[in-house]
């Protein structure tokens, strides 16, 4: 099945550093999301984006919609332990969600 | 409850058995969908209901595979004569309405499914 392309694949990073992770696409998207999926759990909703060029913030999270709608990125800011997870993109098709291959996070102290 | 809710939360499976997972959806939501996650990759989109019609089921991988959602509640994904490359998770998620591009879907913790 279809799914965008993210990166990076994995990163390891120091608590207090900052983290930039991407997805593209070759199709065009209305919506762009951001989910975070922790061990033995379903995706949760980071952030929604419906707007080309849209720059949404909440909390320490910031994500932007690509101005050519196939791509978007995310950015945590000052990064903690609990930031631990996958986080995945996923561009919206009319009703169903294409999602991106996610990238594994690991924080240490 | 207050969130999407599914069972078993694990199923180990002989190759050729049939297997049937739930999914309760949060109450009144019209949408449900139903995505499979392989080991490693992003969840995959399955099939979609609205209320108890079944819209699109275009990511259903075989013949094998079927849902239904009866009474536009609870929803059940079978899955007959498993193969092993049906390991997976598969995720449940319901949305408030549908047919919109901004409407929020919520997911299950998922059904891990192991095919022995």
Known sequence: GQQLNQSPQSMFIQEGEDVSMNC??????????WYKQDPGEGPVLLI????????????RLTAQFGITRKDSFLNISASIPSDVGIYFC?????DK?????????QVFP | GAGVSQSPRYKVAKRGQDVALRCDPISG????????????????????FQNEAQLDKSGLPSDRFFA?????????????????????????????VGGVNQETQYFGPGTRLLVL
Do not use: M
Not at chain 1, 24 to 33: D, G
Not at chain 1, 90 to 94: D, I, R, V
Not at chain 2, 29 to 48: I, M, N
């Open chain 1, 24 to 33: 593209t696409s070759s199709s065009i998207f209305n919506t762009w999301l």
């Open chain 2, 68 to 96: 239904e959602r009866p009474e536009g509640s609870v929803s059940t994904l079978k899955i007959q004569r498993t193969q092993q490359e049906d390991s997976a998770v598969y995720l449940c998620a319901s949305s408030l």
């Open chain 1, 48 to 59: 929604a984006l419906y707007k080309a060029g849209e720059l949404t913030s909440n909390g």
């Open chain 1, 90 to 94: 996923a561009g919206q098709y009319t």
């Open chain 2, 29 to 48: 939501h019209v949408s449900l969908f139903w995505y499979q996650q392989a080991l490693g990759q992003g969840p995959e989109f399955l099939t979609y």
């Open chain 1, 97 to 105: 969600l294409i999602f991106g291959t996610g990238t594994r996070l």
